[in-house]
């Protein structure tokens, strides 16, 4: 009962915000979370329901240095086989490409790995779109059984062996080597990982040549199929959860995978969650293939398609899917002054 109700008022939104076919009015931005600083006084974001990524992020570079080390240190694992780097490759979108990652058990995560990239500017995390903080991610990672598999004693203890892990938390903290500053550590390095300026930022913030034509014409198309409904504010995406089968029953109920697609109710145990997953974001989306919680979708515009059967109710024809998928692109962003 509770879980129609959701989907009832997910689709109310996404009628509000649906402009009649093919017109040019556009839907009235949605009230996000705000993670961005106030937006430009000049370009055209006030009337966009996307906001540009701000060019500078406040982090403290000591803690930046000291947290980019931790986690890209395999030693920090159980067995030494793993780092948080293993599944979060910055040079292929913050992810690593494949539909599931290899796990320190010798097996397979259970879910398509996110993108690293701008997780700061989040809302909800993970595909069960839990709240809390970056310091929580990183504890989670350190201790699954599917992450680094070991406890904060023998973390401690490995660094209190490493001369230059002394040196760096010295500078970074007062009180040194202690599980919160580990947290905080890795949790300003992800903070660090913003990547604003791409071409739609510039495009919103005045510079009407950022895009082109056919790239500005998928935008339109974007928030007239209505994908704004959830995919809005500066991460595209990421701040709200909806259930994967509003229209349509995309989900695989195949039993040995049923307990794996029921959705965010495997954490919560709530009815009205199950099938439901956080809404990713989209920015780098055309580097972070394969698509969706099961990486089922290899290439952009199948998830396009996916996505307007099973979310919108609707077939978007092959000309608007391609139109779409071009903006889509235009989302990449810059990642220390270099595109990605």
Known sequence: MRNNITKTLLLIIILITLPHAYSETRPASIPTTSFYSAPPKTGITSNEPIKPIPNNSNVNADKVALGQRLFEDKNLSSDGSKACRSCHHLDKGGADGEQFSPSIDGGYRVRNTPSIYNVSLLA??????????????????????????????????????????????????????????????????????????????????????????????GYRLFKQYGCTSCHQGVAVGGNMVAPFNLFKNYLNQDVTQQQLELGRINNTKDESDKYVFRVPSLRNVALTSPYFHDGSATRLETAVDIMGRYMLGRVIPTNDRKLIVRFLHTLTGNYQGQPL
């Open 124 to 217: 909800l995390y993970g595909w069960y779109g839990l709240p809390g903080n970056l310091e929580n991610i990183a504890e989670t990672i350190i201790r699954s059984k599917k992450g680094l598999a070991t406890e904060w004693s023998a973390v401690i203890k490995t660094l209190n062996k490493d001369q230059e892990y002394l040196k760096l938390f010295d500078v970074a903290y007062s009180d040194g080597i202690k599980p919160d500053n580990i947290k905080n550590a890795i949790a300003e390095y992800m903070r660090s990982l913003t990547t604003p300026n791409s071409r739609f930022d510039q495009y919103l913030r005045g510079n009407l040549q950022a895009i082109s034509a056919a790239e500005k014409e």
